[in-house]
Each structure stands twice: as C-alpha cells, then as structure tokens.
C-alpha cells in the first residue's frame, strides 16, 4: 500500500465541508476507497438517517450492494449486530460459523464469504457500520483491521461535521423566519387595530381567530394583511 | 446561576480538545509530506478558531455567573436581572456591546445591548438607518472606526454617537454556518487601538452566534415560544429574551400605513423622518402613535 495515496484518502474523507457534498456519492467512495487500499474483495457501508434508523446503503459494487440491502430488510446480519453492538464483527467463514442463516444464503449467492463489519462511531454515537467481504475463507489480516478502523473514523468524523453543519442551517434558518415573523405580525397588528378602532391586544385576538377559522398560520395572515390581499 | 457555572466547563473543556486536535494539526505541519501541508494548515486554523471560541464563551458564562451571584446575594434587587450582553462586552475588554440581528431589507429583527449607552447607541442607529451593525451586516467584513473617523464614516450618526461619549467603535457580522445573522457591536469611551479591538472581537462574535442556536440535538426551535420566561434561562434564550423586537415601532408603522393609505416601507420611513426631526427615539413616536396622542398628518 504506498503512502500517499492513503494520507490523500484520510484527507478526503475528512474534508466534508464543501458546498456540493452528497452524502450517498461520498459513501460510495468510501466503498471503492475500501477495495483499492485493503486486502477485500468488496465493501459496503450501511447509515442511519435523520431519525436514528439504518437507511442509506452504498457498496463497491451492485452485488455487494444488494446483499447490504438484504440485511437492512431483514434485519439480520454481521453488519446489523456491529451497528446494535457497536463492536467489530468479524466471520472468517460464514457457510461454516452457522450464525444468520438467511443472510449466509443470501452472501453465499453473490460470492461473499468472509466478512469484517467495523462500527462507524464517535464516543457514544454510531452512525452506522462499514463491512468488508472477501470471496475466500480466512480472516482478515491486522493490516486490514486497522486501516479499515483508521477510514470508517476518518468517514465518521467527516459524516458527522457534515450533519452538525446541516443542523446549525437549519437551525438558523428557523431562528431568522421566527424572528422575521415577529416583525411581520406586529406590523399586521397595527394595520387592524387602526381600520377597526381596536387597541393592540384585541387587534391581535382577532387575528388569532381569523388564521384559526381559516386555517392559516399567523405569519400567512400577517403577510396577506400587510400586503392587502386579506381585506380583514 | 448553576447554568452558567455548569457551562463554563463544558466551554472549557471544549476549547482544550479543540486545542489538543488544532496542536495535532500543526506538528504534522512540520513533519508531514507536502501534499498534506495545506489540510493540516486548514485544519490547524479552524479548531484554533474554534479553542478561541469556545475560551471566549468560558469567559463570559464565568462573568455571568459572577454578576449573579453578585445579584442575588444583594438585598434589594432593584435592579432587572444581570444581562448576558454585559459580560459579552467584558469578554471583549470594552465597555458596551450591543448584537442587532437584521432580517431581509435589514430590517433590525433584534436588538440586544450590555447598557444604556449601547442601548442608546442601538436606537440611534435605527433611527438615522446609519451606522456600524448595518455596514458590518451588509458588508459581510468588519467595521471599525476612532475619534475623528467616527463622524467622517457616518454623517449622522457619527457626530450623535460621540456626544454619547463613544470614542471607539468597532462591528463585525455575526454568522452561522456562513448565513449572516447581524453583527455585533463594540463601544469603548476610550481611544483604542486598531488590534487592540478586533483581536478578540471575532471569537467574541463567533461564540454568541453559536448560542443563538440550539447547541444538542434539541430537535426545532417551536418558533419563539420558549423564550418569553425569563429566569434561570439557558443563555441563548436569556440572550433573545434580552433582546428588544422594537414591537411598538412595527405597530406604530402599521397603523400609520393605513392612516396615510401608504406601503409598510413608506410609513416606517415617515416615523423616521418624524424622529429625526424631533430629535427623538423612534420608540418615542411610536408610542405616541400607538397611543393617539399623536397623528403624522
């Protein structure tokens, strides 16, 4: 394995806070990453969503991918203990450990023999799980352990700069309607207090009522009051 | 007060790890490859960023905490309970800070100040629609002016914020995630010098915007609701809570709208016209159109 190609690999993965990241093309490079620096025939990686829940799957090649969609539907698999887990789990020989009939099928099928599942964690947060496979019996090498271990950290801490900074847009963009909102409905007060002789609380019930019988939200009502188009 | 004391550990604590991975960074600078200098550079920089942040957020929960103990231990409390701007403004080594955040057509949103001069400062601004939180907001860079510069800067409110006693001023945007949310203000009745300002001021400005969000996964922000029960509050809602919406100027334009058959714009401008004029606040105004003792006819 040369140096270089691997230190620019750990840059990359970490390197998430560009504009056009795309969480399913970065895992898909994850993936490919996987299978050009170890010693595996394939890799695929399985992640949770916004709620918690293991969702998003990408693997180095279609066959790998359909076998990672099996375990996510079935529920059962190396992959879905390492995640519950939060520990490696490592098979050197699947037909003959005997553990997750179903999914020994399913990976006997597309030529999956062996597989290394690493958690995808930060202290207490596991957001997924990245899994090795090879073609042939036989365990995974320490080298393979532990470069796999260095990419899904340096994929997961990359993943969740990603999400801290999808949070915070969103967060502030809340922050500004909730603030901008405010002014809107002031104004719209004074608008109805005015043409119907009321002070400002009762200006501002009868807003209330109005978006409730119409379903509005108040910040709908205050931009059509203000804009004429409620003759309220 | 128990909040505050708790989060100036977890601010603590947050900036030494940002230290410990920023120190990471920058040995590999100097032994790793080439290739590798840039990353390590940029990495290096922004958890300093961070460390500085997360120090300057340390310093002002710990003043905060101080200025509450200091508050309930007195006996009679006059006084309204301690704000949060103040020790924004000692963490920045000034005397007064003020944080306007700007909604679309910088529209104010928001106005927070440590005291009456920046208060005062603070509705000068919005009144003349002048000064160093909208060059800083709409520029996007920081604002920055002494003594003299002051009133050649800013024509109007120049000159009605040195009678005030300002002889520094010093803004910078406040942002999140790259998306503007207003600027933070500086005043020093000192002449200061150049570095001596903004050395601290982005961290300082960088550490407030970041309580103005949620800092866990605390799910959506129920529009403003929480923050209308003050006491004992986490800091962000303390901050907002602080904070002066300039509600009776909104109503007040409103009202005037329909009075003088004019857009919302148009009316805002009127009171201003009318507040300049008088030499007034436009709150003054407005709470004598709000009141019916007074019609811009």
């Not at chain 1, 995974?140 to 801290?164: I, K, M, P, S, Y």
């Not at chain 2, 409390?77 to 057509?105: D, E, I, K, W, Y």
């Not at chain 2, 100040?113 to 800083?136: H, I, N, V, W, Y």
């Not at chain 2, 003050?230 to 809570?241: C, D, E, I, N, T």
Request: with cysteine; charged share 25%; proline share 4%.
């Amino acid at each position: 394995m040369a140096e270089i190609p691997i230190a620019g690999v750990f840059v990359e993965l970490v390197d998430t806070l560009v504009d056009d990241f795309d969480v399913t093309r970065f895992l898909h490079v994850l993936t490919q990453r996987c299978v050009q620096l170890l010693d595996i025939s394939s890799a695929g990686v399985l992640l949770t969503d916004r709620q918690n829940t293991l969702q998003l799957v990408a693997a180095s090649s279609e066959r790998t991918r359909l076998l990672e969609l099996f375990q996510l539907r079935s529920g059962q698999g190396p992959c879905i203990d390492c995640f519950r887990t939060g520990q490696p789990v490592s098979v050197a020989d699947l037909p003959a450990a005997g553990r997750w009939p179903r999914f020994a099928r399913a990976a006997a099928e597309v030529g999956v023999a062996a597989v290394h599942a690493i958690p995808m964690r930060r202290r207490n947060e596991i957001i997924g799980a990245l899994n090795l496979f090879n073609a042939t019996p036989g365990s995974f090498d320490g080298a393979t352990r532990c470069f796999g271990r260095a990419l899904a950290d340096a994929a997961t801490v990359g993943l969740l700069q990603h999400r801290e900074i999808r949070r915070r847009d969103s967060l502030t963009e809340q922050l500004q309607a909730a603030l901008s909102s405010r002014v809107l409905i002031e104004q719209a007060k004074g608008v109805i207090a005015e043409r119907h002789d009321l002070d400002m609380d009762q200006s501002f019930a009868l807003m209330r009522s109005v978006a409730r019988s119409t379903n509005r939200r108040l910040r709908e009502l205050a931009e059509a009051i203000i804009n004429g188009s409620e003759r309220l | 007060m128990q909040n505050a004391l708790a989060r100036v550990d977890v601010e603590r604590r947050r900036a030494e790890r940002a230290a410990v991975i920023a120190e990471r960074h920058e040995r590999q600078l100097l032994t790793d490859t080439p290739g590798l200098r840039e990353f390590h550079l940029k990495m290096a920089t922004m958890h300093r960023r961070v460390q500085r942040q997360h120090l300057a957020a340390a310093a002002m929960h710990a003043a905060h905490a101080r200025r509450l103990r200091t508050w309930i231990g007195t006996p009679q409390r006059h006084n309204a309970l301690p704000r949060f701007m103040a020790s924004v403004a000692g963490a920045a080594g000034v005397g007064s800070a003020a944080l306007t955040l700007f909604g679309p057509g910088l529209v104010e949103t928001l106005s927070t100040a440590s005291d009456r001069c920046a208060k005062a400062a603070q509705d000068l601004e919005f009144t003349l629609g002048e000064g160093p939180a909208r060059d800083a907001m709409a520029a996007g860079i920081p604002v920055q002016a002494i003594g003299s510069a002051i009133r050649r800067r800013w024509p109007h409110y120049g000159p009605a914020v040195q009678r005030l006693g300002v002889a520094t001023i010093a803004a910078t945007p406040v942002e999140l995630t790259g998306v503007p949310l207003g600027a933070l203000t500086l005043f020093d009745q000192r002449r200061r010098c150049e570095s001596d300002c903004m050395d601290n001021l982005q961290a300082v400005a960088d550490s407030v915007a970041g309580m103005l969000v949620p800092a866990d996964n605390q799910g959506n922000l129920d529009g403003l609701g929480d923050l209308d029960d003050p006491g004992g509050l986490p800091v962000r809602a303390a901050l907002l809570a602080e904070g002066d919406s300039r509600a009776i100027v909104h109503q007040a334009t409103g009202m005037v709208s329909v009075q003088q058959g004019c857009l919302i714009q148009d009316a805002f401008a009127l009171i201003q016209a009318r507040a300049f004029a008088e030499d007034r606040p436009m709150e003054s105004i407005a709470k004598d159109i709000v009141e019916h003792t007074l019609r811009l006819d």
